[in-house]
C-alpha cells in the first residue's frame, strides 16, 4: 500500500529532519509525531482523512529518512522536544497542535506541559507519560545504561534477504502490527545493504533510557497541560492496562478497539480515530 503525499526536509540548526505534509496550505497547523522505531508513514492512514488540518508528519531524529544524531550524543525525550519546538519556529508557528501516538504522544504532553502557551491542541494515541521509575534505582540504572552503550559498538542490525522478510519480522515486533501496517513503515523504514535489506533507524534507540523520571514528576508535565486535549486508548493496546494512570487524567478520553496501531493497523481503525479527531478539531 503506498499513499502519495509531498515530502520535506527541515534544516534545523542541529539536525536534518525528513517529513511529509498533508492538508490545505491554510489548515490549522499540526505537528504530528509517531512511536519507537516507527516513520512518518505512521499517518498514512490516518492523515488523509483528517479535515482542515495542515499536518507536518515528522521522520523523528534517527528514524525514517530523518539524520542520526552525532557521534556521543543519545536520543532523550528532552532531545526530542528540542526538535519539535525548532520544527515549530523553522515553520514560523507561534502556536501549534500536537498529534502523537505512543512516543509521539509523550513527546507532545511534556512539551505541552513545558511550554503551554506554544500548544493549541492535544490529539493523544494510546500515549501519555513515559515508562517511569523508582528515584532509589536512578545510580544503577545509569550503570547499566552506560555499559550497554559500550557493548553496542560489537552489535550489528540484521540484515534480510528481501523486503517480505523484513516485513514479516516487523509484523511479530515488540508491537505486533498488520501485514499492511508492516509494509507501510518498511517502505520508509529500510535501506539496502550488501545481502539485501537492513533499517535505516539508529542503533542507539534500542538503548534503554539512562535516566527515569519519578511517577510524580512525570504526572507534573500532565498537570500542566492548559489546552484542549482528547486521548484515544486502544482496547487491546498498551494504556489500556493502565487503568489507575488513566483514572488519573483530566483528558478527555475514548477508546476505541484494536490495538497500539489502531491508526495504522487496518482502514477501519484509522476511520475511527480519525472520527474522534474531527469531531475533536471541530470544536471552537
Known amino acids: ?77 528532552w532531545d526530542y522536544v528540542h526538535d519539535v519546538l525548532h520544527v515549530a519556529e523553522q515553520l514560523g508557528w507561534q502556536r501549534f497542535s500536537l498529534l502523537g501516538h505512543s512516543l509521539g504522544a509523550i513527546i507532545s504532553v511534556v512539551l505541552a506541559g513545558a511550554l503551554p502557551e506554544r500548544v493549541t491542541r492535544l490529539a493523544l494515541i494510546d500515549g501519555v507519560i513515559p515508562p517511569t521509575g523508582e528515584a532509589s534505582h536512578a545510580a544503577e540504572r545509569l550503570g547499566m545504561a552506560l555499559q550497554a552503550q559500550l557493548n553496542l559498538s560489537n552489535k550489528r542490525k540484521p540484515v534480510y534477504s528481501d523486503m517480505e522478510r523484513a516485513v514479516e519480522a516487523r509484523m511479530k515486533g515488540l508491537v505486533a502490527v498488520s501485514r499492511e501496517a508492516a509494509e507501510l513503515l518498511a517502505q520508509r523504514g529500510l535501506m539496502p545493504v550488501p545481502g539485501g535489506y537492513t533499517w535505516r533507524s539508529d542503533s542507539r534507540l534500542t538503548l534503554a533510557s539512562p ?63 480519525a472520527d474522534c479527531f474531527n469531531r475533536f478539531y471541530a470544536v471552537p
Open 1 to 77: 500500500m503506498s499513499v502519495p503525499v509531498e515530502e520535506v526536509r527541515l534544516s534545523l540548526p542541529h539536525i536534518e529532519l525528513a517529513a511529509h505534509l498533508f492538508g490545505p496550505e491554510d489548515g490549522q497547523p499540526v505537528i504530528a509525531l509517531h512511536g519507537w522505531l516507527d516513520n512518518a508513514n505512521s499517518f498514512a492512514r490516518l492523515a488523509p482523512q483528517l479535515k482542515g488540518l495542515r499536518i507536518v508528519a515528522l521522520d523523528l531524529a534517527g528514524h525514517g529518512h530523518s539524520d542520526h544524531r552525532p557521534l556521543g550524543a543519545g536520543y532523550t525525550l
Open 211 to 273: 535516566m527515569r523520571l519519578t511517577r510524580e514528576q512525570a504526572m507534573a508535565f500532565v498537570q500542566r497541560v492548559s489546552c484542549p486535549t482528547h486521548l484515544v486508548v486502544a482496547g487491546q493496546g498498551m494504556l489500556a492496562q493502565h487503568s489507575e494512570l488513566l483514572s488519573q487524567l483530566t483528558f478527555e478520553t475514548t477508546t476505541l478497539p484494536g490495538g497500539h496501531h489502531l491508526h495504522l493497523n487496518d482502514e477501519e481503525g484509522a476511520r475511527a480515530v
